[in-house]
Every structure is written in C-alpha cells, then in structure tokens.
Nanobody
Framework: QVQLVESGGGLVQPGGSLRLSCAASESLRSVYVMGWYRQAPGKERESVASIIIMYNNRITYADSVKGRFTISGDSAKNTLYLQMNDLKPEDTAVYYC???????????WGQGTQVTVSS
C-alpha cells in the first residue's frame, strides 16, 4: 500500500524555522494536487499550502501563513516540502502531507508530524 512519509517536525522557539519533507513510498501517477494541512488541538484540519499541478503548478497559501511559509515539490518524484519561517505559537499543530490522484480517484495522507512552537 502506498504511503506518504513525512519528516522534519519538532520543537522550535517563536521566530524560528523548520522544513517539513514528504515523499511517497512508491511512484504515483495522475497526482493533480499536492499540499500540506495542519490540525491543532481542538480544531478542524485546515489547508496550509497547496500546489495545483493541473493548473500549471499554481500555488496557494492560507492567509495565516502567507509570507512566512513556502511550499515546493516535484510532482514527477512525488516529493513535497514546506519551509516554515518566523514560526509563531499559533502554528503549533500536527502537519499532514496530502496528495490527490485522478486515477484512482482518491487522496493519500501522511501519518502527520508534530510542530510545536514554544519558548
């Protein structure tokens, strides 16, 4: 079964940086969106950033992370990254990698990686 494997989470002080990585355990076809989501305690999972491959790799960000986070990736290699700068306590959450496929019509999730921003 295909898995998305994440790494790079951890504990960082406010203003610090982290880089998250995600890779598929095997080659994926027909991926049309790759993105990062996060879920804080007691809150719903929310989209952080996405690469919409089918729209010429259009990139979108949640307003709360614009100017601080940068998403990048390689759809051919099924790898995805999230560079997070100027981290704030409100960025504390479990971060999930997500890839949506046309064939089969499904989406894959990583296991999640904890990011904690605290002094």
């Amino acid at each position: 079964q295909v898995q998305l494997v994440e790494s790079g989470g951890g504990l960082v002080q406010p203003g610090g940086s982290l880089r998250l990585s995600c890779a598929a355990s095997e080659s994926l076809r027909s991926v049309y969106v790759m993105g990062w989501y996060r879920q804080a305690p007691g809150k719903e999972r929310e989209s952080v950033a996405s690469i919409i491959i089918m729209y010429n790799n259009r990139i979108t960000y949640a307003d709360s992370v614009k100017g601080r986070f940068t998403i990048s990736g390689d759809s051919a290699k099924n790898t995805l990254y999230l560079q997070m700068n100027d981290l704030k306590p409100e960025d504390t959450a479990v971060y999930y990698c997500n890839m949506k496929r046309m064939i089969p019509n499904d989406e894959l999730w990583g296991q999640g990686t904890q990011v904690t921003v605290s002094s």
